[in-house]
DNA sequence: CACGCTCTGCCTGCG
DNA sequence: GCAGAGCGTG
């Protein structure tokens, strides 16, 4: 090569590293890395979407330019020298951007790239910011094929249904759908709910399809056991009651995609030629009917892209393989790894906690995350008396915090284990004037009265589903009893047809001959509704669904206090006046389906300023400054059916330690309690083996019984515990009183006095003013300045 | 057929 | 400690 040709290439590239140099050397390398597979080992707070985003964009403006070699053939040495220049030039980014353009090497028209997700808000969150690196062309971004893995197939499967083995108008069953659908066939199958529980039967059946294992190979694989024999039997009756519904859950969705794939030669290229390049987005939460997938997609460019972090996978229990992410540069041999190590989020002491815990586990890719924000400080461990002076602690030092630092409530984070905990922390917050979100709960969508609209709506969509059928045909009451219902499935067995058709030719068979009349006319209704589709607005027509099937009424006569019932429905109505505006021509096919893959509208508002409390799963990829980690105590992290199952279950739970701890900004507040009462049961458990995995030198624990200093109502005057609920109520009563005493633990200052501190010397009080049960004083120190402090936690001496 | 009572089991949860 | 499921009675 020429001496000209290595100064051009050179040039090039450190015109692209200036224009990227704000990413590090890692990251830049990723956004460069765009043929062959690689693997992004991306820890916690690396910048993992930034690079996810400007990798995508790189593709769509400049193609391969980075690590091309082409050199223009009339290349000279004046542009050379041009470029040379422009590498230490005072220009702008977007005009070094648009410089850029010149090196363009094949670049990605947006259709041929995938992207894939796991939520709509990771997915969302990729489209807008690549929105908004192409202002200038807004409709680029709807050109991507970016979504989760369930839209993506769905979008493969809306065009190739007929191939895939599917009726037209093939509706998605929920969560709720299959297990009235699971019921129903255990009860066909006369296995009692001891032998087999609802909830076990459906786990093993979507175990089975994540592996891609369909009835007939599941039973082959583990027939010669009584028990997974009878489980085939169901899993087969299941299928075949989900095909007569015209129906998929949310498992067949994706392995109906692969087989669809697999069998169909044709259908599989097409795609293959199409997705030039594949990203996939939390790779450690794929199973193996993902990896299927996303393999076959990729497998015509073979330029796959998966970013994840083996440290952070805690979704084994549904499903995920581990062993996607650390195999995958043995099953693509060519692959390229590059790790993010650098932390963009965390103070180094929150991450040596970090690395320190997960460096127990065994198997891992290995990691070590660092950052140049420094030390901060220390991890904070508090060791209440039970969860109520825990949820009182946590609610002082948040309200101590703002008082004093000016932190906002928003800043602040609780994160638990289970669920469970949630109880105390919420009776703590509710009675403070501290405002807090708490996620998790019955979501929008599993509301009852939700749930019967909607499938009220599915069944004018689609009259052969079955389980929605049921599950509104005596909603609201219209006299229909377990035998008629019971008739009316035989009937349609035997005559092999729908239910729903023998519903409207009730009159012709004898076994119905007592109902016939309400069959008919519930038949009749559905099919007037059906009609009525066609003709009215979309909102019109679900508010008619409401009136004429006496919906509405049944909710109104529950009385007042259901009133939020008929607000939920209302609610309804908004979304579907929303979705009408998102689209120019409006179907309930189209909404159904949207709805059905939109898990819940994000009730998570990080513009509201409240503190926020949620499960450490639903935390993964947030981030606050300050984080509570309440309940690090063995026996509920790790939790005790983990210890029985495992060191591998033990792992996983290590991890979620991991992503627990990683939340953290600035600061974490790990808390263990003396003793915990959780499901109606009190005990007392030593703290957790990952509290004891952090080195003592990062950690903080306050002066010996300083949490004595503060008097808890949870305490009861015998010093038993209160349940939750009577400490609520006690305090309701005591409020007035306790704030009028406060259980001042040293002297009250006043303003003049003249006080020692140890760290920030002498010096004197200016103000007092009263916060709750303690005391804020502003203390002008002789050397330190003017200092906010509280009277609980400062070590103040009056002198 | 509907309502009220007892019994059980219960971690985490995207789409 | 609580919700949902199942069972018995009016």
């Not at 549904?318 to 390229?336: C, K, M, S």
């Not at 932190?407 to 509710?430: C, G, I, K, P």
Request: proline residues 3%; glycine residues 6%; negative net charge.
């Amino acid at each position: 090569m020429s001496e000209l040709s290595e100064r051009y290439l050179r040039a090039k590239r450190a015109l692209f590293d200036r224009y990227y140099r704000s990413l590090n050397e890692q990251q830049r390398a990723a956004v460069y890395h765009i043929n062959r597979p690689l693997l992004i080992l991306a820890g916690a707070g690396s910048g993992k979407t930034t690079v996810l985003v400007r990798r995508i964009a790189y593709m769509i403006r400049y193609g391969n330019a980075y690590h091309s070699d082409y050199v223009p053939f009339d290349m000279d040495e004046a542009h050379v020298t041009s470029l040379e220049s422009a590498v230490s030039a005072p220009i702008t980014d977007e005009e070094l951007g648009a410089l850029l353009c010149e090196f363009s090497n094949n670049p990605c028209p947006p259709w041929r790239l995938l992207a894939i997700t796991f939520t709509n808000k990771a997915a969302g969150e990729i489209k807008a910011r690549l929105a908004a690196v192409f202002p200038e062309d807004p409709d680029l971004v709807g050109g991507i094929w970016a979504g989760t893995f369930h839209s993506i197939c769905m979008r493969i499967l809306r065009r190739y249904y007929a191939e895939a083995g599917l009726r037209e108008g093939f509706t998605i069953y929920d969560t709720d759908d299959t297990k009235k659908a699971m019921q129903a066939v255990l009860k066909d199958l006369r296995i009692d709910d001891k032998v087999l529980p609802v909830k076990s039967a459906q786990s093993y059946i979507s175990r089975a399809k994540d592996k891609l294992i369909d009835p007939d190979g599941f039973l082959l694989e583990f027939g010669n056991d009584f028990r997974m024999k009878q489980i085939a039997k169901v899993y087969e009756a299941y299928q075949q009651r989900l095909s007569d519904s015209n129906a998929l859950d949310f498992d067949d969705i994706i392995c109906r995609t692969v087989r669809l794939l697999e069998t169909h030669q044709e259908i599989l290229q097409s795609y293959q030629s199409q997705f030039r390049y594949v990203s996939v987005d939390e790779y450690q939460d794929t199973n193996i009917a993902q990896f299927r997938l996303t393999a076959l997609l990729s497998g015509g460019w073979r330029n796959l892209m998966v970013v994840g972090d083996d440290d952070q996978s805690i979704y084994k229990f549904r499903g995920a393989t581990i062993a996607n992410i650390l195999e995958f540069d043995r099953v693509f041999d060519d692959a390229t790894v590059i790790r993010l190590e650098q932390n963009y989020r965390s103070t180094q002491s929150i991450l040596d906690a970090a690395n320190a815990v997960i460096s127990h586990n065994e198997g891992r890719k290995g990691k070590t995350l660092w950052t140049n924000r420094g030390n901060g400080s220390k991890i904070h461990v508090l060791n209440p008396e039970h969860q109520n002076a825990e949820a009182r602690e946590i609610l002082d030092i948040i309200q101590k915090k703002v008082a004093t630092e000016g932190l906002r409530y928003r800043d602040f984070a609780v994160l638990y284990r289970t669920n469970a905990q949630s109880n105390a922390l919420e009776m703590a917050f509710a009675r403070s004037a501290v405002p807090y979100r708490m996620l998790g709960g019955v979501r929008f969508s599993d509301r009852k009265e939700i749930r019967d609209l909607v499938a009220y709506l599915q069944l004018i969509n689609n009259h052969d589903d079955r389980d929605r059928l049921l599950r509104i045909i005596n909603e609201p009451r219209r006299g229909l009893g377990e035998k008629t219902l019971a008739a009316l499935q035989e009937i349609a067995v035997m005559e092999s047809c729908s239910v729903f058709a023998v519903m409207e030719h009730a009159d012709q068979y004898l076994a119905l001959s007592r109902s016939a009349k309400t069959l008919m006319e519930f038949a009749g209704l559905i099919n007037e509704l059906t009609l009525l589709l066609d003709e009215a607005p979309l909102d019109k027509f679900v508010n008619q669904v409401l009136d004429l099937s006496g919906y509405r009424q049944m909710i109104k006569n529950l009385g007042p206090e259901e009133a939020d019932r008929l607000d939920n429905l209302d609610e309804f109505i908004s979304n579907v006046v929303e979705y009408m505006k998102s689209t120019d021509s409006p179907t309930l096919t189209e909404f159904l389906e949207e709805t059905a893959l939109v898990a819940d509208v994000d009730r998570y508002d990080d513009t509201a300023d409240a503190v926020v409390m949620m499960t450490i799963h639903s935390a993964k990829g947030l981030e606050f400054p300050q984080v509570f980690l309440p309940g690090f105590e063995e026996g509920l992290f790790p939790g005790m059916q983990t210890v029985i199952a495992g060191p591998e279950e033990i792992e996983e739970e290590r991890r979620l330690a991991y992503v627990a701890i990683t939340r953290a900004k600035d600061e974490l507040y790990i808390l263990h309690t003396a003793s915990r009462t959780i499901y109606g049961r009190t005990a007392a458990n030593p703290a957790s083996r990952f509290l004891d995995e952090i080195p003592e030198h990062l950690l903080s624990r306050p002066a010996i019984k300083q949490r004595m200093t503060n008097t808890y109502a949870g305490y009861s005057k015998d010093g038993g515990y209160r349940t939750a609920r009577e400490t609520a109520a006690a305090d309701r009563i005591t409020v007035g009183k306790a704030q009028a005493k406060p259980a001042a633990p040293r002297e009250i200052l006043a303003a003049g006095d003249r006080v020692k501190h140890m760290l920030f010397g002498e010096g004197e009080v200016l103000s007092v003013q009263k916060m709750g049960t303690d005391y804020l004083y502003e203390i002008a120190f002789d050397t330190k300045g003017t200092k906010k402090l509280m009277a609980t936690y400062a070590k103040l001496q009056k002198i």
